[in-house]
């Protein structure tokens, strides 16, 4: 309603500046929504998410045999989105348009490109912490004649990983972990609001969420710079809970 609003009110502005029609939108009342609530991730259903990315549960058919767990063909793959995503509080687009030049496993830093027109993915640099280091040097050493300008991520047909492709995979993973609103985006909320708990700092998570104002954030921070790379590291939810 509110786009609705804006777009009747930017095209009787342009019809009276062509033809002096006069304004019959002015009178016309902004619509409020309501804001939409946030919530982060807990821990434990950060770590069911993992579990649910690493193995498969098998459940014999027979009493003779016990359930147990086989490993996922892309588990290291899947695993290294949801820690990333943990980590950076990069959005989903942001996530799947990162090259393996873009990704310094040394340091763990993660450089964001401008995209289009840059208002909405800002150019940052963002950290990632030891265990999505780990796992992103596990998933990388499989890929066969890797090349910097190759997507990060990939899909099952080797290419590029697209945002609706890892909505869907986050989706199934969490049908298996049996955890309600699973999203991409649910893990930007994550990461903003245990960085704020730690450090308060309302302006340096405003540059790395690549927000353009502070209202989001300051949302944030109601439920709750990196100066320098170490300190941002020292937030990493990933590295925290030891996933």
């Not at 058919?61 to 996922?72: L, V």
């Not at 930007?188 to 302006?203: G, I, K, S």
Request: aromatic share 8%.
């Amino acid at each position: 309603m509110a786009n609705t609003w804006s777009a009747i009110r930017s095209f009787w502005g342009w019809y009276d500046s062509e033809f002096h029609t006069g304004r019959p939108d002015l009178k016309l009342a902004r619509p409020h929504a309501q804001v939409q609530v946030v919530e982060p991730f807990t821990e434990d259903e950060v770590r069911a998410l993992v579990s649910a990315a690493e193995a498969f549960d098998i459940h014999p058919k027979t009493d003779r045999q016990k359930p147990y767990k086989t490993r996922r063909k892309t588990s290291d793959r899947d695993v290294s989105i949801i820690l990333t995503l943990l980590d950076t509080g990069v959005r989903v687009g942001e996530l799947c348009r990162l090259k393996v030049r873009d990704v310094d496993l040394t340091s763990g830093e993660i450089t964001v490109v401008a995209h289009g027109s840059g208002q909405k993915t800002k150019p940052r640099h963002v950290y990632i912490g030891k265990a999505t280091r780990r796992t992103l040097w596990r998933y990388l050493a499989q890929r066969e004649d890797i090349q910097p300008t190759d997507p990060l991520f990939l899909n099952f047909e080797d290419r590029p990983l697209t945002t609706s492709g890892t909505g869907s995979l986050l989706r199934n993973l969490a049908r298996r972990a049996h955890i309600a609103k699973v999203h991409p985006h649910r893990f930007r909320h994550t990461f903003a609001v245990t960085y704020l708990e730690r450090r308060r700092r309302v302006h340096s998570a405003k540059d790395i969420l690549g927000h353009s104002t502070l209202e989001m954030v300051k949302r944030y921070l109601a439920l709750a710079d990196a100066d320098d790379a170490e300190t941002h590291r020292r937030a990493s939810p990933a590295d925290r809970w030891r996933l």
